[in-house]
């Protein structure tokens, strides 16, 4: 064990130090390439910031899971350095996409495509969904049929990705959120899983958006753009990687996942498109109604810590389908009532 608490410090602190100190180089390159959020449309912020955060997490995130191959650690699965170039390969591809959708701002279709073309990256380099545990027996189901594997891991990798991206709408939250599932994959991975090398990886991510988040929050110096579409994707495979982390993202991740379901079936019901941005989402809700994005950031870390603590504290997978329904009926409330008050403002008392 003395080897792996050597690991997690040397790779965690990679993580952190090479992110935090490259977001101020991002910031800017963003302002000499013009890569700017100016206050308009979803974003209401103050006075012109760059976009460009994206670039300082993939770049450590790189090093941090690189030197992590170097660490001398028990090594269990014999497909890791496969596993490991599908995650190198389509996390250097979709943060690329992300910083030529920034500066280009490139059509919904390409986004789409690229997304595909990242799980199939992943797929290729065998990081996929071919089972998942019964919730009633606790039993493994038996694999997928290959075209059903393919099918499911695509679903999964591009829902995190853009799960990610609409939670980036407030300062702090998507970095912040993202943190705290690595951190919960990180936990289940090595002390639960004894999964040592793949906790590293999830501790990259940890201390990726650890870095990052000085600048990002409230009130932001710099966005993270298209580094959602990073954060996302790497959170997608990091709960492929090793098995039984799926369920963990869904409770960690339950308050985005659905967020990002109420909004897209919303704008199917009013004949729009349901991945296209807008002021729907919870956090742009509490923001127009006045609370400040700090609160709206706690309100969510709560959220999530508690049901991924949750998720690390049970072993039964019956209680973990339980919590997930219990989640879901307070999420739907929740979004109902904030809905409801934002369609329908208190009337104020005064004539």
């Known amino acids: 064990m003395p080897d792996s608490w050597f690991a997690f410090v040397i790779v965690?602190?990679?993580?952190?130090?090479?992110?935090?100190?490259?977001?101020?180089?991002?910031?800017?390159?963003?302002?000499?390439?013009?890569?700017?959020?100016?206050?308009?449309?979803?974003?209401?912020?103050?006075?012109?910031?760059?976009?460009?955060?994206?670039?300082?997490?993939?770049?450590?995130?790189?090093?941090?899971?690189?030197?992590?191959?170097f660490m001398p650690i028990e090594r269990t699965d014999?497909?890791?350095?496969?596993?490991?170039?599908?995650?190198l390969l389509g996390s250097i591809f979709i943060s690329v996409v992300g910083f030529l959708d920034d500066r280009y701002e490139l059509s919904a279709i390409w986004l789409y495509t690229a997304q595909l073309v990242a799980g199939s990256i992943a797929i290729v380099f065998l990081i996929f969904i071919e089972t998942f545990n019964n919730p009633f027996s606790g039993q493994s189901v038996e694999p997928f049929p290959y075209i059903i594997t393919v099918t499911v891991t695509l679903f999964w990798i591009g829902l995190i990705i853009n799960t990610v991206n609409f939670l980036d709408g407030s300062d702090g939250l998507a970095a912040g959120v993202v943190a705290i599932a690595a951190l919960m994959i990180f936990i289940h991975s090595a002390f639960r899983l004894n999964q040592v090398s793949v906790s590293?990886?999830?501790?990259?991510?940890?201390?990726?958006?650890?870095?990052?988040?000085?600048?990002?929050?409230?009130?932001?110096?710099?966005?993270?753009?298209?580094?959602?579409?990073?954060?996302?994707?790497?959170?997608?495979?990091?709960?492929?990687?090793?098995?039984?982390?799926?369920?963990?993202?869904?409770?960690?991740?339950?308050?985005?996942?659905?967020?990002?379901a109420w909004q897209a079936s919303s704008r199917l019901l009013r004949g729009a498109n349901p991945m296209k941005g807008d002021r729907g989402h919870l956090h742009f809700r509490l923001i127009d109604r006045g609370v400040s994005p700090k609160w709206i950031a706690f309100g969510y870390y709560s959220f999530c810590a508690v049901f991924g603590i949750i998720a690390l504290t049970t072993a039964s997978q019956l209680f973990k389908f339980v919590t997930v329904i219990v989640m879901i009926g307070i999420t739907i409330i929740v979004f109902a009532a904030v809905s409801w008050r934002t369609q329908h403002p208190v009337q104020s008392k005064e004539s």
């Open 12 to 69: 965690g602190g990679v993580a952190f130090a090479m992110t935090f100190f490259l977001t101020p180089i991002a910031h800017r390159v963003g302002v000499q390439l013009d890569i700017v959020d100016k206050p308009s449309g979803r974003r209401l912020h103050e006075g012109i910031i760059p976009r460009t955060g994206g670039l300082a997490m993939s770049i450590a995130f790189i090093i941090a899971i690189i030197a992590a191959q």
């Open 78 to 87: 014999s497909n890791e350095v496969i596993r490991f170039l599908g995650l």
């Open 200 to 260: 590293l990886l999830a501790l990259a991510l940890l201390g990726t958006t650890l870095g990052f988040l000085p600048y990002n929050f409230h009130p932001a110096k710099i966005f993270m753009g298209g580094g959602a579409y990073f954060l996302g994707y790497v959170l997608a495979v990091l709960s492929i990687i090793g098995g039984a982390k799926i369920a963990t993202i869904l409770l960690v991740m339950g308050l985005p996942l659905m967020d990002a």
